[in-house]
Every structure is written in C-alpha cells, then in structure tokens.
C-alpha cells in the first residue's frame, strides 16, 4: 500500500525533528562539558621563579648557599614533572593545585637561597678583609723584631708560608672567592699567630722577674766598683741593644750594638749564635789589624758560673754529646747594621769603636745582662764627658 502525500509530511517532519534533537542534544552535551572543563594552569609562580636561577647565579648561591640552592632547584624540578605529568592526563581530569603549590615553594626557596648566600657572602668578605689585615699587622710586627729577636727555624718556615698564603688569599679575594680566600687566610693567621707567641715568648724571658733582680744586682756592683776604684765600666743591655760606658760610677755615653743572632738567649754551648750574660773583665786588646772586625776587646769568656753551668746542662742531657762550650767573645767593630748577627759577640760601629777602645784598659769589668729595671735611670745619672 502507497503512503498518500500526507503520510510521506509526517516522516519528513518527524526525520527533522530528530535531526533538530540531535543537534540540540550535542550542543547540550558541550555545553555541559565546558563548564565542567578544568582551569588552565597558573604559570606565574613558575615562571617568575625560573626566573630567580639567573639571579642566584649571579651571587654565587651554589657555591655560598649550596643546600638552599638545591632544594630550589628540586622543588622547581619537581613542580616542572607535575605540569608535563598534568598535560599528560585526560583533558577533563586534569588539576593544577599541586603544580601551583610546588611553583609557590620554589619561588619562596629562590628567596631563602639568595638572602643565604648574600649573608654568607658578606660575612665571609668582612672576615677575610679583617683577617687579612690581621695577618699584615703581625707579620709587619714579627719582621719588625726579627733582627734584634730570631725566630726558630721551623717559626721561620710558618712565618714565610703565612706570607705566600697571604697573597694567595688577596688573589682569591679580588676574584670573589670568598671561601678560598677565607681558607687562606685562616691558616696564614695560625701560622703568624704561632711564629709571634714564639718570639713573645722569648722576649718575656727579658722582662722574667728572678732574671731582672739577678741582671740588677750585677748592673748596680758594676757601677758601684767602678765610682769606688775610680776606674771605667762597661754594662751591655742585650734588649736594648746598647753599650754603656761609666767611669767612676757615672754614665759616659751609650753605644748601638749588634749581638748573637740568637742573643735573646743566655749563652751555653759553641754555635748556639747566643751573646753571653754574666760579669766579665777585658782580657786582651786587639788593635787594627789584629781582629777580623776592626779593633776588639777580648773578653774573659766562659769564666767560672759559665763553666758550671755548661757542666751541669751536660750531666743533665741537655746537651748533645760532642757539644763544645766556646769561646773568643769580644766587643768588636764592624757593627752598626742594626741587627744581631754576629755568633755570640758584640758589635760596634768602627767610629764608637776607637772611643771605647780608648776609654777601657785590660782589667775593665764588663757586665752583660739581658735587662735593667729601670734603664732610663742608668742614662740619667751624672754624666762625665
């Protein structure tokens, strides 16, 4: 059976309806699913702290702020997994929070690394700058007594060693690198600091309480035998490097002296560079061209405590077998260097040597003791010219 015109307006209009209840359904269906479609991610926090690496870079926090610095570098790596992981899933299930939040967390560690590395840095530059003068200063004051007060030579070697560490640290410095420098400079310190106590240490032996009452009493019977038997005295203060001359108990004149290389020490065996202490009389005088240096007056070393001593330092052990005592100390010329140098005696500038050498006879007591309480005393007694 035919459908009739009327049947064939009922299934066209009933296919456009469906067709329209399509379309309207897939646009409902859309519509649905872009208001349920997830929000893009927040970059900002991201970006800005990627950003921050260049910044770091720039104060040295992988070097001055090492575990901020890598835990900025792991949370942004581990914030930058969490976007790639994201993109990665079904667009409709996607989230961002933990992304966002790890962005947050590298951006706020970026600001720990830099606030730590600047701290260190600065703190590590005022160290080094004070160091380093510190350093400079006392090696300034070492080298300053070096010729009047030796060192041993292992102090030598650090004094030296904290010299080239020195200017390795000044290097270091101008390049910006701090911790080097600081390195540097710390040890250079120990070193100066070790070489200077040494030389402290021996300048204290001048300034040794029972040494000061012995040396005083020696200095005083000198000056007063010498105004009793109205004759001439010479008394050498080792450290103030000076030859006094009285005559009849009153002060002369005051004559600069070299003496041993290792004069801050009493003399006790041959080749120890010590300038003796003790009370001593000129045995001999030797004119121009008897003496190696100029003129001389020999003295009367070792005399009898010199011996007992030696004595009881090798019945003791403190010598070393074959260790010899000595001898042939004298007041000579070739002096006025400004420094000890001579093995043991004392010297003289050539022209204060013809004034002495005339002044003093064989028989002339000579005292030599490492201090005087009160030296300037000694200069101001009644002078005779």
Same mark, same amino acid.
């Given at each position: 059976?035919?459908?009739?015109?009327?049947?064939?307006?009922?299934?066209?209009?009933?296919?456009?309806?469906?067709?329209?209840?399509?379309?309207?359904?897939?646009?409902?269906?859309?519509?649905?699913?872009?208001?349920? =479609?997830?929000?893009?991610?927040?970059?900002?926090?991201?970006?800005?702290?990627?950003?921050?690496?260049?910044?770091?870079?720039?104060?040295?926090?992988?070097?001055?702020?090492?575990?901020?610095?890598?835990?900025?570098?792991?949370?942004?790596?581990?914030? #930058?997994?969490?976007?790639?992981?994201?993109?990665?899933?079904?667009?409709?299930?996607?989230?961002?929070?933990?992304? /966002?939040?790890?962005?947050? /967390?590298?951006?706020?560690? @970026?600001?720990?690394?830099?606030?730590?590395?600047?701290?260190?840095?600065?703190?590590?530059?005022?160290?080094?700058?004070?160091?380093?003068?510190?350093? +400079?200063?006392?090696?300034?004051?070492?080298?300053?007594?070096?010729?009047?007060?030796?060192?041993?030579?292992?102090?030598?070697?650090?004094?030296?060693?904290? /010299?080239?560490?020195?200017?390795?640290?000044?290097?270091?410095?101008? @390049?910006?690198?701090?911790?080097? =420098?600081?390195?540097?400079?710390?040890?250079?310190?120990?070193?100066?600091?070790?070489? /200077?106590?040494?030389?402290?240490?021996?300048?204290?032996?001048?300034?040794? =309480?029972?040494?000061?009452?012995?040396?005083?009493?020696?200095?005083?019977?000198?000056?007063?035998?010498?105004? +009793?038997?109205?004759?001439? =005295?010479?008394?050498?203060?080792? #450290?103030?490097?000076?030859?006094?001359?009285?005559?009849?108990?009153?002060?002369?004149?005051?004559?600069?002296?070299?003496?041993?290389?290792?004069?801050?020490?009493?003399?006790?065996?041959?080749?120890?560079?010590?300038?003796?202490?003790?009370?001593?009389?000129?045995?001999?005088?030797?004119?121009?061209?008897?003496?190696?240096?100029?003129?001389?007056?020999?003295?009367?070393?070792?005399?009898?405590?010199?011996?007992?001593?030696?004595?009881?330092?090798?019945?003791?052990?403190?010598?070393?077998?074959?260790?010899?005592?000595?001898?042939?100390?004298?007041? #000579?010329?070739?002096?006025?260097?400004?420094?000890?140098?001579?093995?043991?005696? *004392?010297?003289?500038?050539?022209?204060?040597?013809?004034?002495?050498?005339?002044? *003093?006879?064989?028989?002339?007591?000579?005292?030599?003791?490492?201090?005087?309480?009160?030296?300037?005393?000694?200069?101001?007694?009644?002078?005779?010219?």
């Amino acid at each position: 059976m035919k459908a009739g015109p009327s049947d064939k307006k009922d299934v066209n209009l009933f296919r456009l309806n469906a067709w329209w209840g399509g379309a309207f359904g897939a646009v409902a269906v859309v519509s649905a699913a872009v208001g349920f =479609a997830p929000a893009p991610p927040n970059l900002n926090f991201y970006r800005t702290a990627e950003s921050q690496d260049r910044i770091l870079q720039e104060v040295d926090a992988p070097v001055y702020a090492k575990t901020q610095y890598d835990a900025y570098r792991q949370t942004l790596s581990r914030a #930058h997994q969490e976007l790639q992981f994201q993109k990665q899933q079904f667009y409709y299930v996607r989230q961002y929070l933990t992304f /966002e939040r790890l962005s947050r /967390e590298a951006l706020e560690s @970026s600001g720990d690394a830099e606030r730590v590395a600047l701290d260190t840095r600065n703190s590590l530059q005022r160290d080094v700058t004070r160091n380093r003068r510190e350093v +400079r200063d006392r090696v300034a004051n070492v080298r300053s007594r070096l010729n009047r007060v030796a060192l041993s030579n292992p102090s030598r070697a650090r004094l030296i060693r904290a /010299e080239v560490l020195l200017r390795e640290a000044d290097m270091l410095a101008d @390049s910006d690198q701090w911790y080097d =420098a600081n390195d540097r400079v710390s040890t250079a310190l120990t070193l100066t600091r070790a070489a /200077e106590g040494e030389q402290e240490e021996r300048i204290g032996r001048y300034y040794d =309480a029972d040494l000061m009452r012995q040396w005083d009493r020696w200095v005083e019977q000198a000056i007063d035998a010498s105004n +009793r038997s109205n004759s001439t =005295a010479v008394v050498i203060v080792k #450290h103030q490097a000076v030859c006094l001359l009285f005559d009849s108990g009153r002060f002369v004149r005051s004559f600069p002296a070299d003496l041993g290389k290792n004069s801050v020490f009493d003399k006790n065996y041959r080749g120890d560079e010590a300038t003796p202490e003790g009370r001593y009389h000129i045995v001999k005088k030797k004119g121009s061209g008897q003496s190696k240096y100029y003129k001389a007056l020999l003295i009367n070393y070792p005399n009898e405590d010199d011996i007992r001593m030696y004595r009881r330092m090798r019945a003791a052990g403190s010598l070393l077998p074959r260790t010899m005592l000595g001898g042939s100390i004298e007041i #000579h010329g070739g002096g006025g260097r400004g420094q000890n140098w001579t093995e043991g005696c *004392v010297a003289l500038d050539n022209s204060d040597m013809d004034d002495i050498f005339k002044r *003093v006879d064989v028989g002339t007591s000579v005292t030599i003791v490492g201090n005087y309480s009160d030296y300037e005393r000694l200069l101001r007694t009644n002078q005779k010219s």
